[in-house]
């Protein structure tokens, strides 16, 4: 029977979280037998954003497709980038006009995929209602792709959650992004699609969501500007793998958390 196996990572925070995740990438890909590998980029820079050599590093590593956040277009030659490379995403429901693309559609394993990465409205700018965004990007979609797997980026758990029930049947997979806190969550609908609120990250795990502890402390206890400084020491590398079936449902999924 026809199957495919996505293997996803959060958010890579940092460029020493990046190199982590670069150097297990190939055994990962092979351990997990993926077909396909999704990695969130969107804050993969030590400044919180993300350049060009970032996602060439992580394409070259075994990534498939690059998702996007509300950090993606922060630096100007991303723009140019995204417009030449299809498989690095940025959010497809951006209310702006912008750069390269919010979906691709990717062949492998005798499938059609396609992956979109969508923003979230709530406590976060810049996105047009990723419901409607969503459902006319599958009405125009149609045809074109066996199953679909969405990164929804978003702060707010209620918004995840109900883009995923909503979606429920129309997509494969919906993993949220964003927060870098992984939830407990994990589970697949009544109507074959995957769902987990927050995947977390791909970074420090003695940090302040990837930053430098005591970064963080200052900026709460002193007031913004942050900082930005990852922390370092040991890395978490969080994510999860979802095989779905020839009817584009969702077999199995199961949460990936190591620590390199
Ligand atoms: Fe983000």
């Known amino acids: 029977m026809k199957q495919a196996n996505i293997l996803v990572f959060a958010d890579v925070c940092g460029e020493r979280a990046l190199v982590a995740l670069c150097r297990q990438l190939p055994a990962l890909r092979r351990e997990y037998k993926a077909d396909l590998v999704i990695v969130n980029a969107e804050n993969a820079s030590n400044e919180g954003n993300c350049h060009p050599a970032l996602c060439e590093a992580l394409f070259d590593a075994g990534a498939d497709v690059l998702t996007g956040g ?54 976060l700018s810049g996105a047009d209602n ?25 702060e707010a758990t209620a918004e995840k959650s109900a883009f995923a029930h909503d979606f429920d049947g129309k997509f494969a997979v919906v993993f949220g992004t964003h927060t870098h806190v992984p939830t407990a969550d994990l589970q697949i609908l009544e109507g074959g699609t995957a769902f987990i609120t927050d995947l977390g990250m791909c970074g420090a795990k003695d940090s302040v969501l990837g930053v430098d502890t005591a970064a963080s402390i200052r900026r709460f206890r002193q007031g913004p500007p942050l900082d930005y400084i990852p922390a370092t020491g040991k890395t978490v590398l969080m994510g999860a793998l979802f095989t779905v079936g020839e009817n584009g449902k969702t077999i199995s999924a199961e949460r990936i958390e190591k620590l390199v």
């Open 70 to 123: 509300n950090h993606t277009l922060k630096q100007a030659e991303m723009h140019v980038y995204l417009d030449n490379h299809p498989r690095a995403l940025r959010c497809e429901n951006l209310s702006a006009p912008a750069a390269g693309m919010g979906h691709v559609v990717v062949e492998t394993a005798g499938f059609r995929i396609l992956v979109t990465s969508m923003l979230g409205q709530a406590f």
């Open 130 to 154: 990723p419901f409607t965004a969503c459902d006319r990007l599958l009405e125009a979609q149609k045809g074109k792709y066996d199953f679909a797997v969405c990164d929804f980026h978003g």
